[in-house]
């Protein structure tokens, strides 16, 4: 196992005093969005679903609701902060996607939102996960992309919000720029019948704009050591990110899904 810092040994460690209402900010923006494509899939309610990098869960919650016959699993490197334990049919696992195994066609759905971005060894990853779903099982993958930033007229929101995805890049390996082609990812891990689509969350007085700040503040040091943000930028930026007449878009969320070969190609290959 490499020395090299992982996300949430230091930064966005889920013991940081401020982390659970980072995660609250980021599941309220992206929730919407990603219950809208879940509900369009053809799952079965008693479906076995694994949720990936589950933070504090929101999203296992749903699905338990929706697939009420279902079994979902919610897994975390860290899942302390997970606030749906004790939810029937809901289990919480503390797990590594990048060192721990699931067995070989386990679930039926598989979806992992602003997680593999963050993992140096992502492609890997999502190949192993692709393994873990059953024949016709489908992988929904989320991953933040950083366009909207590099494109921004405001200096100090571009100026500021680029130097965060260096840090982020520096300290833990993340990739802002990953999920770009992320369909074709899913088409290199196997899958088939991918699709996909890019969204925004703006910020500004949002859901989106608090965790921007909050990503800022701890963020804040590195920042001002080796990228030379004063505290009053820093400031005027946090200000800024959460001011109800500021309405850039922050980062982009992509999403791609894409299904395991199997089951649904059989009546094709001999018809009845
Ligand atoms: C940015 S948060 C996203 C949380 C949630 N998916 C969401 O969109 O609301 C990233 C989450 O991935 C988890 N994570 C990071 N590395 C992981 C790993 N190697 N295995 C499993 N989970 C991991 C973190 O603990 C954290 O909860």
């Known amino acids: 196992m490499s020395d090299a810092e992982q996300y949430g040994d230091q930064l966005f460690s889920h013991a940081h005093p401020a982390e659970t209402a980072r995660l609250e900010a980021l599941a309220q923006a992206l929730d919407p969005g990603t219950f809208h494509r879940l509900e369009r899939l053809p799952l079965r309610e008693d479906s076995r679903c694994l949720e990936v990098g589950s933070g504090l869960g929101t999203v296992g919650e749903w699905l338990v609701r929706r697939l009420p016959a279902g079994h979902v699993v919610a897994a975390d490197r860290d899942p ?9 049919g809901l289990e919480v ?14 679930f039926d759905l598989i979806h992992a939102r602003w997680v593999l971005s963050h993992l140096p060894a992502r492609q890997n990853v999502l190949e ?3 393994r873990w779903l059953a024949p016709g099982g489908w992988m929904v993958v989320e991953d933040l992309v950083m366009f909207p930033l590099e494109t921004s007229p ?15 890049e520096r300290r833990i390996g993340t990739d802002c720029r990953w999920a770009r082609t992320l ?21 500004g007085r949002t859901p989106m704009g608090r965790f921007w ?11 001002q050591q080796d990228f030379g943000i004063t505290p009053e930028e820093l400031d005027a930026f946090s200000d800024r990110v959460t001011a109800a007449d500021f309405t850039a878009p922050g980062l982009a969320t992509v999403t791609a899904i894409g299904r395991r070969a199997g089951r649904r190609e059989r009546p094709h290959a001999a018809p009845l």
């Open 154 to 168: 405001e200096p100090l929101y571009r100026k500021v919000s680029l130097a965060m995805c260096d840090v982020v």
């Open 80 to 88: 302390v902060h997970l606030r749906t334990r004790g939810v029937p």
């Open 183 to 203: 369909p074709a990812l899913l088409s290199a891990a196997g899958l088939i019948d991918v699709h996909g689509d890019t969204r925004t969350s703006r910020v």
């Open 93 to 106: 696992r503390r797990f590594d996607v990048t060192a721990d195994e699931a067995p070989e066609g386990s």
């Open 128 to 130: 192993r996960m692709a």
């Open 213 to 223: 700040r909050l990503s800022a503040e701890q963020l804040g040091v590195d920042l």
